[in-house]
């Protein structure tokens, strides 16, 4: 019988499930592949191969699965920084401040990777609703702003925070980055 290594049940399978997701998100960013072998990602988390199948059917529902728990992560972090109730400037750039922030710490990496691989049909409509969910808090200042067509603005915005991610990831100063990114963006909007 195996062995439950939390108080309930159900915080024991949350702990693997949650095992599972960054083991499989390791193992892509090392390897730079997001073609994940089963066994792999059940040796790295510490579980038996034959575990894997009780949260996920097969390799692209765990790669699904780690990046939806990404994505989600990625949401609640970002959202925690914009103060709802903020002037729209302010929180446009605690928006791009924050996303900045998470990518210096290697939150994208998973991302990055994945960006063109073959995604399963079961991710691909959750993953479209959560981008709307990411950029929401960032669409709705620029509502409130009153920019003309927000959602495009949001998309050329998180162009901007990519770049700036790409040039963090090649040695420029998070900060330098950061700076430039929101002058850029208040510039282009008329924010400041």
């Known amino acids: 019988m195996p062995r439950i290594t939390a108080p ?29 072998r089963v066994s792999d990602v059940a040796a790295r988390a510490g579980l038996a191969r034959s575990s894997v199948y009780e949260y996920f059917g097969s390799p692209s529902a765990l790669l699904a699965g780690a990046v939806v728990d990404r994505m989600q992560r990625w949401t609640t972090d ?40 073959d995604i399963p049909p079961e991710c691909s409509e959750a993953l479209v609703a959560m981008h709307t969910e990411m950029t929401a808090p960032l669409t709705l200042a620029l509502a409130d702003a009153r920019i003309i067509d927000p959602d495009r ?3 050329l915005i998180l162009g901007v925070i990519q770049a700036s991610t790409t040039r963090i990831d090649q040695g420029s100063s998070r900060g ?6 929101i002058a850029f963006v208040m510039r282009a909007l008329d924010l400041d």
């Open 8 to 36: 309930t049940l159900v915080e024991h399978r949350e702990r693997q499930r949650a095992a599972l997701l960054d083991a499989v998100e390791e193992i892509v960013i090392e390897t730079g592949s997001t073609q994940v």
């Open 78 to 117: 970002v959202a925690g920084h914009v103060n709802p109730g903020g002037a729209p400037a302010e929180r446009v750039e605690m928006y791009i401040r924050a996303s900045l922030e998470l990518a210096a710490k290697g939150a994208h990496r998973l991302g990055r990777v994945v960006r063109f691989a």
């Open 153 to 155: 603005a949001a998309d």
């Open 176 to 181: 330098s980055e950061t700076d430039a990114a």
